[in-house]
């Protein structure tokens, strides 16, 4: 007679709800962005002045603007360059700070100190400043909020590589990679960097939520994409002096602007609890 051998099944953590909602809105904003690509009702730099500042209707959901562009057009077109700058942006600041960081981390001595002092010099510039001042020298364009928002964003990856790197390197098994001679570059590749992605990947909605904030305020400011190309930004510029009478020309590109925000904020939190559960009480 066989006996049967309970296996006790570690229990799987259920998604939580901010990361449920937060990749809810996010999926939203790029499918509106990967829709853009492929139709839009209009074309949305083609000014039309017969139809302009028109209300909701059949022929224009969200109505059109002072030049007569539709607005739905126009915000399904913004969530492309919305994305296309958020992606840049992070893209820089993740391949150069994250690396800073895990060298900083990892070689500590006066290499840390340079890495991080040029970090809080940085940090004292606000992002929106060093575009101001992009723009001031290089000229208003999409290039320019990307390169602008990213180097801005630099900082934030190297600290919180820096500090993941500093975790890890205070374990045994880097302390047992180090004794069997391993190279600096295999033990950042093999153990450091599988060790710390978590906190990166969080860093990367945070900064994607600030970068789309940033990018709206550029554009706001004149800093960004230049018309006639939509950038939700830019239409809630153009939609100042009609606020009394139509103010659902600022209505729409702010939904847009809070959904992004809003959902890359929520799924970086709902990231960060899940990847560190003791945030949560988990155990």
Known sequence: MTQEQVVAKPAKRKLSSTLIVGGTLVALVLIAALVSFIWTP????????????????AAHLMGTDRYGRDLFSGVLYGARITLLVGLVAVGIALLIGTPLGILAGMRGGVTEEITMRGADILLAFPALLVAIMFGAVFGASTLTAMLAIGIGSIPGFARV??????????????????????????IARRHVLPNII??????????????????AALSFLGLGTPPPVPSWGRMLQESQQFLGTYPMLAVWPGIAIATAVLGFTLLGDGLRDRFDPKLNGER
């Open 161 to 186: 590589a820096r500090s993941g790197t500093l975790q890890v390197m205070s374990t045994e098994y880097i302390m047992a990679a180090k004794a069997a001679s391993q190279s600096s570059w295999r």
């Open 42 to 57: 209009y074309d949305p730099v083609q000014a039309v002045p017969a139809d302009r500042l028109q209300g909701s209707s």
């Open 198 to 215: 978590g906190m990166v990947v969080v860093q990367c909605s945070v900064s994607f939520a600030i970068a789309v904030l940033a990018e």
